[in-house]
């Protein structure tokens, strides 16, 4: 059943700011340590260590249950007392089971960023890396009591992408969680299914019927997500690992090459990691084919606007879009046309001859 438990944006562009607000976070000259960077990464949860501890009290676990949208908007949901034992095994138990049998066959668990799905390997990676699933886990969290309780004729299941059981010890203990991807082959809606009861079918009276499938999933422990199932993790939280991989690099690559100034507490990697567009634009990009005084003079060229420091030379970048504009500068799709003098954002680009057949 569900218990109630107890109850930024961006800064716009303002030439004016003083510029103690904001810090230097990377250059190829500067022995300034990026601002915001981590100064220790918590350790990760141990997986093996977590299925013992659950196994040791899963008779004394309770259990939420929880629906999101494909918009990741949170539901509270009510469950009645009767299904409690079969939660845990439709979504916990099978799962410990799998985590010790893996103890006892060296079962290895590497992060997803690097791994590739494989037998007897867990992918595991941080849950802040994973925005949905991030923003899911904070809804839940720290905005229980503000939920909306789902019911068919309100929210619809069409929009439901997945369901997520919480389980703790008492209202107070530690938390964990269990998603599982809900597609629409799963949920059965009264108006067009039947069910057959008593040796003949007869009208389906609920709203809406679904199926759970006893399949391992994603579970999110305190710090980390561990994939039993990449393909359903990805479609779960829209988390494309090797994309982000290659976004960080290019990030990393960019902030020794390029002088950036962003508001404290504020990294590049972090606007970068919440524009899913900024992610693939990074994917083919070469930092070093643009040097920073071209870039600031192309950008004045454009008339785009792009702050500076007059006194240090290092660029302001003080939201997404100012960090959007940068890298569409980087990746050269700012031009004027030849033949008719209009300026041009391209959305897209095809080389039309290699620099070697010129």
């Known amino acids: 059943m569900h218990n109630e438990p107890d109850t930024q944006t961006p800064q716009s562009h303002d030439n004016t700011l003083a510029l103690d607000e904001i810090q230097p976070v ?64 439709l979504f916990l138990y099978d799962m410990i089971t799998t985590v010790q049998t893996g103890a006892a066959t060296g079962m290895a668990v ?19 890396k994973v925005a949905h699933a991030q923003e899911v886990i904070e809804q839940i969290t720290y905005s229980e009591a503000s939920l909306e309780t789902f019911n068919e004729g309100d929210h619809e299941f069409k929009k439901v992408k997945g369901i997520v059981a919480r389980f703790r010890h008492g209202k107070t203990g530690q938390s964990f969680f269990v998603a599982k991807l809900l597609p629409q082959s799963q949920v059965l809606k009264g108006a067009t299914a039947w069910m057959y009861n008593g040796g003949s079918f007869q009208p389906f009276t ?31 939280f829209g988390y494309d690992a090797k994309k982000h991989a290659v976004a960080e690099e290019k990030v990393a690559e960019i902030t020794k090459n390029f002088k950036l100034t962003l508001p404290e507490g504020l990294t590049l990697d972090a606007l970068v990691r919440d524009t899913p567009t900024l992610v693939n634009k990074l994917q083919k990009l070469d930092p070093a084919q643009v040097t920073q005084d071209q870039l600031i003079d192309h950008a004045d060229e454009m008339g785009l606007g792009l702050m500076t420091d007059d006194a240090t030379g290092s660029i302001i970048l003080m939201d997404a879009k100012d960090a959007a504009m940068f890298v569409n500068l980087l990746n050269d ?23 070697s057949e010129l």
């Open 333 to 355: 799709d700012y031009v004027t046309s030849d033949l008719t003098g209009v300026k041009y954002e391209l959305r897209s680009k095809k080389i039309l001859h290699d620099k």
């Open 110 to 128: 590497r992060e997803f960023e690097a791994a590739k799905a494989e037998d007897n390997v867990l992918e595991r990676t941080t849950l802040d």
């Open 26 to 89: 990377g250059s190829q000259d500067s022995a300034t340590p990026p601002v915001g960077a981590d100064i220790a990464a918590p350790e990760p949860d141990d997986i093996f260590l977590w299925a013992n501890q659950a196994d040791r009290d899963k008779d004394q676990l309770d259990v939420d249950l929880f629906l999101f949208t494909k918009g990741y908007t949170v539901y509270a949901t009510n469950y009645a007392k009767e299904l409690k034992a079969q939660l845990k095994v």
């Open 206 to 236: 609920a709203d809406a019927g679904l199926r759970i499938t006893p399949d391992n999933q994603v579970l999110i422990t305190e710090h980390n997500i561990f994939a039993f199932n990449e393909s359903k993790f990805v479609r779960l």
